[in-house]
């Protein structure tokens, strides 16, 4: 089975451009979440999709975040404008049941840096 | 003060030794209880999770919960090389739709052989 895989890996970009990042969960797992971690900080939650539905967005940091999964399959996070506190880890986990402990599979993440 | 707290370390033990890994929480909403394990460049690895009070075991490592002091901790036996990592704990709350992981920080551990 093919595990959750994200790319990029890395992201350089400059304040204030764009960046997307994608993720592919496991296939047939309806459950996707979006975590970030910031250098110094503990992993965060942003949302949570139930196939292409936002269970749960209040992680999100603001409205220059925006996540989509059409088709209730791969899903993208996009960053617009990028600003420097936005650099960090972005992972995403998929799981086939909602509370997702038996099955949380983590991507290796895309490490975004803005400079 | 945050919900979820964890000494990041670094830790080194020497090859063999027992290690203990520590989270407290302060919100007793939290139910549900899981470490994670994470290498350098990838994701966080499910190591246990685990809802009730007291022990759970898993050939080298124990998860033990003490909600009453709202206190976590994982054991790791005859502790290897091969272990060396960041160990998370993580966390949920029960009931509502809400399933979103709170983390602690991690703690960083360095077997040496």
Not at chain 1, 21 to 28: A, E, N, T, V
Not at chain 1, 71 to 85: D, R
Not at chain 2, 15 to 20: F, K, M, P, T
Not at chain 2, 38 to 60: A, H, V, W
Request: aromatic share 14%; net charge neutral.
């Amino acid at each position: 089975e093919a595990g959750v895989t994200q790319f990029p890996s890395h992201s350089v970009i400059e304040k204030g451009q764009t960046v997307t990042l994608r993720c592919d969960p496991i296939s047939g797992h309806d459950n996707l979440y979006w975590y970030r971690r910031v250098m110094g900080k503990e992993i965060k939650f942003l949302l949570h999709f139930v196939k292409e539905s936002k269970q749960d967005e209040s992680g999100m940091p603001n409205n220059r975040f925006l996540a989509e999964r059409t088709g209730g399959t791969y899903s993208t996070l996009k960053v617009q404008p990028a600003e420097l506190e936005d650099s960090g880890v972005y992972f995403c986990a998929s799981s086939q049941d909602r509370q997702g402990f038996y099955g949380y599979t983590f991507g290796s993440g895309t490490r975004l840096t803005v400079v | 003060q945050k919900e979820v707290e964890q000494d990041p370390g670094p830790l080194s033990v020497p090859e063999g030794a027992i290690v203990s890994l520590n989270c407290t929480y302060s919100n007793s909403a939290f139910q549900y209880f899981m470490w994670y394990r994470q290498y350098s460049r990838k994701g966080p690895e499910l190591l246990m999770y685990t809802y009730s009070s007291g022990n759970k075991e898993d050939g080298r490592f124990t998860a033990q919960v003490d909600k009453s002091s709202k206190y976590i901790s994982l054991f790791i036996r005859d502790s290897q090389p091969s272990d060396s990592a960041t160990y998370l704990c993580a966390m949920f709350k029960s009931g509502g739709s809400n399933y979103k992981l709170t983390f602690g920080k991690g703690t960083l551990l360095t077997v040496n052989p």
